[in-house]
């Protein structure tokens, strides 16, 4: 079948699943001219079974709360291609999770991981199990819960875990404790580990940081200085913590952070003091955003999205779909300069067509976080070696590491006028690598 062709087949057979046809749409659309100069991959339908799960594991999770009920959640895992190596990314916990979000996700994951360098392969999991407001006896009782069950189709080199919204290092530690009662193994399956059993310095400042060092490659190919530029963050989880902080050590001002609720807006930029207390605000107290507004008196905008606000850069790191068209318009009119996406998916298809007409400097989420997941292979690595790395190796390695998927959007991804389409880079890049591994793997 011809690459449109199974886009619209694909949209025949999973009609209801949104998410993961707007993330097969746009890599279809952009790496098709490539994929036609290879016959080879038509005869062997190699884009759709590189668009279709390899297996999906979904099921039921009982478990007991504070006062007594028997609650049941949604658990799967989606293990989408291991053509390039294991399995690998992470587990999201928020009441939204279903499978069409964790299709997309599988599938972006699948394309990001082969950007990195490091082999893996793309899969992704979680529960509809909404962590707010829970107590850590609940969270632990619901972890335990849900791995009784995913245990068995995980392992070192079969598949590997990791954290993604609303699962950081306490839920990967109880999913890690269960995972190695049930297996009998102390072995680097699950990456965000603490430090103390087998984590990496650095995983957790690694997508956030990792995404500013990729900007910092994209404003080189313009000679823009970082110093003094504004920056609108959206998010106050992981992702966004660290990006701020590696932002605020390079000089740069971080206006605004936000959570579901709405956003914080401080135009002279948070300071380390502020960027602290969020840090405890979110994981220690896990309060909302609001109450930085009331410790500090500045703005907050109720319900809204940080994109209203002037600013040079927006680095949205939330959430899937959480900038659209008109706040796409919205920031280029203010005069944005770059947009380097720390969530996954996080521009409308119309957002980043905006994006791309006006020739900023447009990174897609799978290039600019794929840091989070090359320090989870570091992790691996780390791991299978029984050895750990210093804090100054591993973050060395991770700047090489976003310098060369950096290198792999330009070379795949320039366009005649000499801007650079990270969009199509990425895409083609990704796709190129795990169409090779599974030509050269047969029809399995
Ligand atoms: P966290 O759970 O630590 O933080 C998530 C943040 O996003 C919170 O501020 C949360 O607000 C907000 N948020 C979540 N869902 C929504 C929503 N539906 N609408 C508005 N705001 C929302 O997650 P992470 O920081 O780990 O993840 C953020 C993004 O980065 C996700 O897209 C994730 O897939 C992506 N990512 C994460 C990586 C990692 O290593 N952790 C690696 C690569 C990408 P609230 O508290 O109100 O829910
Ligand atoms: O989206 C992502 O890349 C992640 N949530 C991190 C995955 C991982 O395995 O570290």
Redesign the pocket.
């Known amino acids: 079948m011809k690459a449109s062709e199974v886009l619209s087949d694909l949209k025949r057979r999973f009609p209801n699943e949104p998410e993961y046809l707007q993330a097969v749409e746009e890599v279809i659309t952009t790496i098709e001219d490539e994929y036609n100069k290879h016959p080879e991959f038509e005869r062997y339908n190699l884009i759709e079974r590189l668009c279709i799960p390899d297996r999906i594991f979904s099921f039921r999770i009982s478990w007991v709360d504070d006062k007594g009920n028997v609650q049941n959640n949604m658990g799967y895992r989606i293990q989408h291609n291991n053509a390039i190596g294991p399995y690998k990314g ?1 587990i ?1 916990f ?1 009441s ?1 999770v279903n499978q069409s979000i964790l299709k997309f ?1 599988a599938f972006e994951q699948t394309f990001k991981n082969s950007l990195t360098t490091l082999p893996m392969g793309g899969g992704k999991g979680g529960s509809d199990f909404n962590p ?1 407001g829970k107590s850590d006896m609940e969270v632990m009782r619901f972890c335990q819960a849900f791995l009784a069950e995913l245990w068995r189709h995980i392992g070192p080199d079969t598949d590997v875990p ?7 290092g306490r839920e990967v530690g109880y999913m890690f404790g269960m995972y190695k009662k049930m297996a009998r193994e102390h072995t680097g399956t699950f990456t ?1 580990k603490g430090l103390e059993f087998g984590g990496s310095l650095v995983r957790p400042e ?2 956030g940081y990792g995404n500013v060092y990729f900007l910092l490659n994209m404003l080189a190919t313009r000679g823009i200085d970082i110093k003094g530029k504004k920056v609108a963050i ?7 913590t660290y990006t701020a902080k590696k932002l605020l050590s390079l000089g740069a001002k971080v206006v605004t952070m ?4 709405g956003t914080i807006y401080v135009p002279e930029g948070i300071s380390e003091e502020q960027l602290e207390y969020i840090f405890k605000l ?1 994981n220690i107290y896990r309060g ?2 609001k109450e930085f507004a009331e410790e500090y008196g500045c703005e907050y905008f109720d319900g809204e999205r940080p994109w209203k606000v002037k600013c040079d850069i927006a680095m949205p ?4 779909n ?1 900038l659209d068209g008109d706040d796409a318009r919205m920031l280029l009119e203010n005069g944005v300069i770059a947009v380097s996406e ?3 998916m ?1 521009s409308t298809p119309e957002a980043v067509h905006q994006f791309l007409a006006a020739k900023i400097l447009y990174a897609p ?1 799978k290039a600019a ?1 794929a840091g ?2 090359s320090v989870s292979g570091l992790e691996m690595s780390q791991n299978s070696e029984k050895i750990s790395w210093s804090a100054e190796e591993v973050d060395a390695k991770l700047q090489s590491i976003m310098k060369n998927i950096h290198e792999q959007c330009v070379k795949y991804g320039i366009q005649e006028d000499g801007t650079v389409n990270y969009v199509k880079g990425a895409n083609v890049a990704g796709f190129m690598k795990v169409a090779k591994a599974m030509m050269a793997q047969g029809i399995i």
Not at 234 to 240: D, H, M
Not at 317 to 320: D, K, N, R, W
């Open positions: 992470g999201r928020h939204s996700l707010k990791a954290g993604d919204i609303g699962v950081g965000g690694a997508t959206s998010g106050s989880g992981n992702v966004a936000s959570d579901s609720n979110k909302r955003i790191s939330a959430t899937q959480e720390g969530a996954n996080p989420g976080n989070g997941v």
